[in-house]
């Protein structure tokens, strides 16, 4: 008897127990679910929404992209081989030089990469660093920083089937001005457009045969090199004649935008593995895919800096290798613009539709192909390449102002009412 007595007390001690631990979980739920506010931040005295208030991006079922392609869609975002960097040995000589793509990827490329790396897992989206400091500062400066992103990238987007064009023109004269030029401008412009819009794993392979085909002459022009190297050629410096303006311009703009590859987070196969890897592997790649050049360059070639130009590395290929050489590491500088073409676009245009998913830009900015990829975002960037370019070629260009008005009205559901007014006079 006694027995069972103690039998109902401790059943119902159970009871009471799951009920309160019912009405604590419901208490704990609660306030989540009914109150935004504690889904909101402030921020100097000034609120503003959260990540976690905006809402999430919606799940892409369609085939990611691996570590290899990714790998060179960085390549490309930040560099795209060793062309350009030939004003380093102009302003400051081959020590110097050299020097410089040994250090400031330790002072800033590395730093920024580790940012990358870290904010990309934290936010494997497309919306990248638009989301990073939406999540900081507040959707008003995300957006600001996703506006200016996208315009910075369809300028330079604009400039790549000028320099290929530019690479021709040699071969092909008709394609140094006027009608051909044009025509052959917007021809090149389609054509890539509609590999980006036949989606991101086939953009990502072109980038990886493309690499490889810029890097592959440097590599022979390296072997052919050995004998005409002279080590002491690499310690030239000369401290009272150092163009500082021109040596770490140059230096910044061939080791910059490592963040550009956080648009694309979404799209990337285990993103919390695979981004970092893929950046590791990226700064090896590129950091050895300029030193390698000007260490056969300035190695084998009795130094004249005032050679050191863009295209001078097409010179050493003659001096070294033969015409042959020459021809084959042209078409490498000429195609490299090509790789660095669609992975900006890749890039732009996916930030477009992670903004659309965060909602900062209408919906139909969201809209996908049955590819996978951002019609309306890749349509958007080409009309941006194709006006920009026209105007680099227009011979009248010198007249015409383009005025880029941006009026704008971030609504509390964070739509843009007015983005911006582009006028040519």
Known sequence: MMDESIKQVKDKGKGKSSEEAAGNDLTAVEPNANNQENLREFNNGNEHVTAAEIPSPKANHMKKISVLPLVFLIFYEVSGGPFGIEDTVRAAGPLLALLGFLVFPVLWSIPEALITAEMGTMFPENSGYVVWVSSALGPYWGFQQGWMKWLSGVIDNALYPVLFLDYLKSGIPALGGGLPRVLATWGLTIVLTYMNYRGLTIVGFFAV????????????????????????RWSVINKNDV????????????????????????????????LPKALFCAMILVVLGYLFPLLIGTGAVPLDRELWTDRYFSDIAMIIGGAWLRWWLQAAAAMSNMGSFVAEMSSDSFQLLGMAERGMLPEFFGKRSRHGTPTVGILFSACGVILLSWLRVHPLRSSCIIVMFQTFNISKHNHINQLCIIMCL
Do not use: Q, R
């Open 243 to 274: 163009d500082w303006n021109l040596y770490l311009n140059t230096l910044f703009w061939n080791l910059n935008y490592w963040d550009s590859i956080s648009t694309l987070g979404g799209e990337v196969e285990n993103p919390k593995k695979t």
């Open 209 to 232: 045969f493309l690499g490889v085909f810029a890097l592959i002459p440097f590599v022979v022009m390296g072997f052919i090199a050995i004998p005409k190297l002279k080590p002491k």
